[in-house]
Nanobody
Framework: VQLVESGGGLVQAGGSLRLSCAASGRTFNGYSMAWFRQAPGKEREFVAGIRGSGGGTYYADSVKGRFTISRDNAKNTVYLQMNSLKPEDTAVYYC??????????????????WGQGTQVTVSS
């Protein structure tokens, strides 16, 4: 599985961005998907995850109520809608795929595939 993120950029605080992650392969719904982020000097952290069927989601407390993860299995794409952005959301955002399609894992280790990342910068 190859993952390619897009949609990052520079936005003012309070603004919105939508990230996309396009996956190769024909078994996209066989993977749970997640977004992680990594700020300079910090560990990569879980942001949001979604089950392979799209029937369940989970969010980090820091983004709950502001970010929404979704997926379109017909298009092999997962999205992250980010609203009410804050300067502390500034990071490189990565999508990741886990072959345990029924499970949303918040640690990095279970994820088998990663994208190259897309930069999100929120100015104050």
């Amino acid at each position: 599985v190859q993952l390619v993120e897009s949609g990052g950029g520079l936005v003012q605080a309070g603004g919105s961005l939508r990230l996309s992650c396009a996956a190769s392969g024909r078994t996209f719904n066989g993977y749970s998907m997640a977004w992680f982020r990594q700020a300079p000097g910090k560990e990569r952290e879980f942001v949001a995850g979604i089950r392979g069927s799209g029937g369940g989601t989970y969010y980090a407390d820091s983004v709950k109520g502001r970010f929404t993860i979704s997926r379109d299995n017909a298009k092999n794409t997962v999205y992250l809608q980010m609203n009410s952005l804050k300067p502390e959301d500034t990071a490189v955002y990565y999508c990741a795929a886990n072959a345990e399609s029924w499970s949303i894992r918040t640690s990095k280790d279970p994820y088998d595939y990663w994208g190259q990342g897309t930069q999100v910068t929120v100015s104050s």
